[in-house]
C-alpha cells in the first residue's frame, strides 16, 4: 500500500484542477471538508461544478469567491439564517449555471456513478416543473414494466472530499457517525481527498476491519485536519459553531460583507 | 394548559403519525422532527423514524438546531443512510415525509425554487430538497409556520414539489395517481383536498382563530365546508414532553 498522507496545499494544488467536478461530503451544517474550502479559495481555484445534496455555508462560500461555474444540487441553503446569500446572488446574476435536482435524483446520480453506469432509472419527478427544465433527469418508459419514471445522468464527479473522522496513512478511513453520501461520493469520483480529525497507525484499522467504511484503494490522499469541518459539526467531535454561520449569514449579504468574512476566517488563518 | 402554536402544530402533525408507520424527516424541520419524537413516545411507539441525521429511531434527551444535527443520533439503533431511506419509499413502503414550502396553490403544488423567471429569477429559493422526487409517489404532510396570501398563492410560479397539479384527476393522467399531499398544518388551522376537484379544504381552525381569518390569508378560494370545528389543542402531557425535549426552543426558528 501506498502512503498517502500529505499536506492539505498539495492534495488541493494536485488533485483540484479549474473546471472539475467536486462533489462534497456532509449536508448542511455538518461535517463538510470545510478545511478543504477554505484552501481551495486561497489557491483560486475556477469554473468548478459543484455537487452535492443539501449544501450549505461551504457551497455559498465557493460560489462567494469566485470558484464556480455550476451547481447540481437539491437544496443550498442556510437554514434558519437564511438563503445561502452568495448562492442567491449568483444565480440572480446569472453568474452560476444551475442544475436543479432533488435529494433521490443527485444521490442516485452519486450511485450511478459509483456503479459505472450512464444513467440510472428513479422515480417521482413527473409533474414536477424541475424536470421540464433538467439536462440530467429525462422521462422514460420502462421497457419491462410500461411504468413511466425518469432516467437520472451519472455526474461523474471528478473530485470528491470528504472529512472523516479516522484513517491511517494509507487512506483507509473509519467513518464513525452519519454517513450521507460520503461512501457513495468516494466510490463514483476519479480522484479523492479525505481529511480527517486524526490519523490513526495502520494496525488499529486491522483490528476494527468492520470501522473501514472506504479502504484505501478508493482514496487519493488522506490529510490531517482537527477540526476540519469547522464551523460545521463533526458528530461525536464537535458541534457546529452557529455564531460563526449567523456571522457569515450576516456579513455575506453584501460583497463587501463576504470579503471580510473571507479576511477574518480564510486568509487569516493561514 | 397554556400552550404555543409551534406545540399545537407539532401536536398535530404527530397525530399524522399512525402506529407501524414508516415516516422520514428532512433538513431544516424542527417542528416535524420533534412531532416523529412525540408521536414515538405516545401513541406510535412502534413507528419506524428515519432523518436526515440519517439514523434509524434516535430518541436523543435534547433536540439539536440542525435536524441533521449530531445530537440526533443519540439512542439511535443503526446508521442508514438517506439513499436507503429512498429506496424504501420507491418499494412503498415510506409511508409518509413532511415537506416544507415556500408558496402552496389551491391543489398543493409547492414553490421552492424560484420566484419569477425560471432562469432569471427575481428570487432564487433554496431548492426543493426531497419534494421533486418523492412528491411525485409519496403521501405528504405540508407545513407552514407562516399563513398568509403570499405563501398561500392562486397559482405556483413553478411547481418544485407536485401535488394535485390542476386538481381533479391529473396525477392519474400523468401516471403518478400515488401519493399526494394529505394535509396542509398551519399556524391558523389543518386543511386537506376535497376527493373530486382536489381543491384545499378547511378541515379545522385552531383556538382563537375565525374562518375569516383564514379566508383573508389566503390568495385563493378555499372550500369551507358547513360546519368548521375548532382543532383539538395539545394535551398536557404532550406539551410537558416537547418542552422537555425542547429546552432550547427550536420549535420557535422558524416563526422568526
Known amino acids: 500500500m501506498e502512503r498517502k498522507l500529505t499536506t492539505l496545499q498539495e492534495a488541493i494544488k494536485n488533485l483540484v484542477n479549474d473546471g472539475d467536478k467536486l462533489a462534497l461530503g456532509g449536508v448542511g451544517r455538518n461535517r463538510c471538508p470545510m478545511d478543504a474550502v477554505r484552501e481551495i479559495i486561497r489557491q483560486g481555484k475556477k469554473n468548478l461544478h459543484l455537487i452535492g445534496r443539501e449544501k450549505g455555508i461551504d457551497f455559498d462560500m465557493l460560489i462567494g469567491a469566485g470558484c464556480v461555474s455550476k451547481v447540481s444540487f437539491a437544496l443550498v441553503s442556510l437554514e434558519e439564517f437564511g438563503l445561502a446569500p452568495n448562492f442567491r446572488r449568483f444565480a440572480q446574476e446569472g453568474k452560476i449555471e444551475l442544475d436543479e435536482h432533488a435529494c433521490g435524483s443527485i444521490i442516485n446520480s452519486i450511485r450511478a456513478s459509483a456503479m459505472g453506469i450512464p444513467c440510472i432509472p428513479v422515480k417521482g419527478f413527473i409533474g414536477s416543473d424541475v424536470l421540464r427544465h433538467s439536462k440530467t433527469i429525462k422521462e422514460f418508459i420502462c421497457p419491462f414494466t410500461g411504468e413511466k419514471l425518469v432516467l437520472v445522468k451519472a455526474l461523474n464527479p471528478d473530485v470528491a472530499i470528504i472529512h472523516a473522522h479516522k484513517a491511517d496513512e494509507y487512506g483507509n478511513v473509519q467513518l464513525l457517525g452519519s454517513p450521507w453520501e460520503d461512501i457513495y461520493m468516494a466510490k463514483a469520483a476519479k480522484r479523492v481527498i479525505v481529511t480527517v480529525e486524526e490519523i490513526i497507525p495502520h494496525e488499529e484499522i486491522k483490528e476494527n476491519p468492520h470501522l473501514t467504511a472506504i479502504p484505501y484503494f478508493y482514496v487519493s490522499a488522506v490529510v490531517h485536519t482537527p477540526r476540519g469541518a469547522y464551523p460545521t459539526s463533526c458528530d461525536s467531535y464537535y458541534n457546529y459553531d452557529d455564531d460563526n454561520i449567523k456571522e457569515y449569514a450576516q456579513l455575506a449579504r453584501t460583497p463587501e460583507g463576504f470579503q471580510e468574512y473571507l479576511k477574518k476566517y480564510v486568509f487569516q488563518s493561514c | ?256
Open chain 2, 1 to 256: 394548559m397554556e400552550y404555543k402554536v409551534s406545540e399545537l402544530m407539532i401536536s398535530l402533525m404527530a397525530r399524522e403519525i399512525k402506529d407501524g408507520d414508516k415516516v422520514l424527516q428532512g433538513l431544516y424541520s424542527p417542528m416535524p422532527m420533534l412531532a416523529c419524537l412525540l408521536a414515538k413516545n405516545f401513541h406510535a411507539p412502534n413507528m419506524t423514524y428515519f432523518n436526515t441525521a440519517d439514523v434509524v429511531d434516535p430518541n436523543p434527551t435534547e433536540v439539536p438546531f440542525s435536524t441533521a444535527g449530531p445530537k440526533l443520533q443519540e439512542n439511535c439503533i443503526a446508521y442508514l443512510p438517506l439513499a436507503e431511506v429512498f429506496d424504501l419509499a420507491q418499494k412503498g413502503e415510506l409511508s409518509l415525509i413532511f415537506l416544507g414550502a415556500a408558496q402552496v396553490d389551491m391543489y398543493g403544488n409547492t414553490n421552492l425554487s424560484v420566484i419569477g423567471d425560471y432562469h432569471n429569477p427575481k428570487v432564487r429559493l433554496p431548492g426543493g430538497a426531497a419534494s421533486a422526487y418523492l412528491c411525485g409517489f409519496m403521501e405528504t404532510v405540508i407545513w407552514i409556520p407562516k399563513h398568509n396570501p403570499k405563501v398561500f398563492v392562486e397559482k405556483v410560479p413553478f411547481i418544485t414539489g407536485q401535488g394535485y397539479i390542476n386538481g381533479w384527476d391529473t396525477r392519474e393522467r400523468l401516471g403518478i395517481g400515488r401519493g399526494g399531499p394529505r394535509k396542509v398544518i398551519t399556524n391558523l388551522c389543518v386543511m386537506d383536498f376535497e376527493p373530486k376537484t382536489k381543491r384545499m379544504r378547511l378541515v379545522s381552525v385552531h383556538p382563537g382563530v375565525t374562518v375569516e381569518d383564514v379566508v383573508n390569508n389566503t390568495g385563493f378560494e378555499l372550500i369551507i365546508p358547513e360546519e368548521v370545528p375548532t382543532t383539538a389543542p395539545p394535551t398536557p402531557e404532550e406539551i410537558e414532553f416537547i418542552r422537555n425535549i425542547d429546552p432550547n426552543n427550536v420549535r420557535e426558528i422558524e416563526f422568526k
